[in-house]
């Protein structure tokens, strides 16, 4: 996402929620690429093959991650919150949330808008060029969300504590909230912009079957 379209993109998060999604999913180019290892293990290989003939897709947990801030690129801005007299204990708690809001919660599937001639997909993502590389077409843009790249991470305490503690009706206003708390898996470091990344993101609760680093699903369930 360019700069200009995040700008539109957050404006428009103050004014409708649901356009701004409509908006941003309108962005996902009908093309994405996967990049796969293939290793000396020529089973897990295989597997690895078979797995994609099926047409089925790796949703990986923060565990299987390669960024270790991944899924926490916002963190609980304590002074504001102890301006505003809140006690400690309650602290603790919204920056345990904070930090496992999408951590523990959530699976992703990553893809790039990368093709075939990026060498560094090919040595970071495909073994050191021993793997291979799959085009998706994205049939259902509304399940693709693009990473956002920034310089550093941002500390937040309105978002987390209006998510958990503003009972207003306005389904917009409280949808803003949770808008800015879905950034923390849409957003990493400025030195990964090289890969164009654009995610599926489900939540981990919805696939009891999947493992402590993520499991498959088919393609068709993911949009592509």
């Not at 390669?66 to 899924?71: G, Q, W």
């Not at 609980?76 to 006690?87: A, G, I």
Request: overall charge negative.
């Amino acid at each position: 996402m360019k700069e200009h379209e995040w700008n539109t993109y957050i404006d428009l998060c103050e004014k409708d929620v649901l356009k701004a999604n409509n908006y941003r999913h309108s962005l996902v180019p009908n093309i994405l690429y996967k990049y796969y290892p293939l290793f000396d293990d020529k089973e897990e290989s295989k597997e690895r093959l078979n797995s994609v003939r099926q047409g089925k897709l790796w949703m990986s947990t923060h565990k299987s991650l390669n960024d270790p801030i991944d899924l926490t690129p916002f963190y609980l801005d304590e002074e504001k919150l102890r301006k505003r007299n809140y006690p400690s204990e309650l602290i603790e708690l919204l920056d345990s949330f904070l930090n496992g809001f999408a951590k523990d919660t959530m699976v992703i599937c990553s893809f790039t808008t990368n093709s075939l001639d990026s060498m560094l997909m090919w040595a970071h993502y495909a073994n050191n060029h021993k793997g291979f590389c799959v085009a998706y077409e994205v049939k259902n843009p509304k399940y693709m969300w693009d990473v956002h790249y920034q310089k550093r991470r941002l500390g937040i305490s309105g978002a987390v504590t209006n998510l958990i503690y503003d009972d207003s009706s306005d389904e917009n206003r409280r949808g803003k909230y949770a808008a800015i708390l879905l950034q923390q898996a849409l957003v990493k470091g400025k030195d990964w912009e090289y890969e164009h990344e654009y995610r599926i993101i489900q939540y981990k609760d919805n696939f009891p079957e999947f493992n402590e680093y993520g499991g498959l699903v088919n393609a068709t369930f993911a949009g592509v």
